[in-house]
């Protein structure tokens, strides 16, 4: 079976999670800002020196999970949504000996701390 056709299958069995998503998209005004909001718009920096200490889920992720549960996401559990978050870049778990470390610090210290409402990006971008 090919990759493209259990894609397929999957947006066949689970079309509900479209709709959450826009649901979330239309209550927030972006998916990035429902999932941005947790974390205050900021990545979260981590200080570890051992990956034996590097946690597969946070209490932040068991959080986020448990409302995209209680919404009706699935395959959303705090190990895979940790893992997104790393991923996506809101969290830094690179090892404080990591040079990728610092260089995050720096990225996210550039990064916007709020997000501009829709309206208001229009009226930016003209």
Same mark, same amino acid.
């Given at each position: ?15 509900? /999670? ?6 979330? *998209?239309? %209550?927030?005004? !972006?998916? #990035?800002?429902?999932?941005? =909001? ?13 990956? /034996? ?6 209490? *932040?992720? %068991?959080?986020? !999970?448990? #409302?995209?549960?209680?919404? =009706? ?54």
């Amino acid at each position: 079976m090919s990759i493209d056709m259990i894609k397929g299958l999957y947006c066949l069995n689970y079309p509900d /999670q479209t709709l959450i998503y826009f649901q979330v *998209k239309r %209550e927030f005004g !972006s998916f #990035d800002k429902y999932l941005w =909001g947790y974390v205050n718009h900021k990545p979260i920096s981590t200080q570890y020196k051992s990956c /034996q200490k590097i946690p597969v889920k946070t209490s *932040k992720s %068991e959080t986020i !999970s448990k #409302d995209m549960v209680k919404r =009706g996401f699935r395959f959303v559990g705090p190990t895979v949504i940790h893992s997104f978050m790393q991923a996506g870049g809101l969290s830094n778990d690179h090892l404080i000996t990591c040079p990728r470390h610092l260089q995050c610090i720096a990225l996210a210290s550039q990064l916007p701390r709020t997000v501009a409402p829709p309206s208001q990006k229009k009226l930016i971008c003209k």
